[in-house]
């Protein structure tokens, strides 16, 4: 009976440290996601912010 209250204890450890280290790497995903997430929005609003020069200045190079 001492030995099964040890292996269970032991368990409920190994348990406890597995779902401590997923939560930290689910957490550092996240962190990660949205960091990427910034950095891709950024660089969509510049490059749909030189699209709208650029065809401005398409368009004006047009005007006689």
Do not use: C, H
């Not at 032991?10 to 689910?26: D, F, G, H, Y």
């Not at 957490?27 to 650029?54: C, H, Q």
Request: proline share 2%; charged share 25%.
């Amino acid at each position: 009976l001492s030995t099964k209250r040890e292996q269970i204890a032991s368990l409920r450890t190994v348990l406890k440290t597995n779902k401590q280290t997923a939560e930290v790497a689910l957490a550092n995903l996240k962190s990660k996601y949205e960091t990427e997430k910034v950095v891709v929005t950024d660089t969509m609003n510049k490059l749909r912010n030189e699209l709208k020069v650029g065809g401005l200045w398409i368009f004006i190079s047009f005007i006689p």
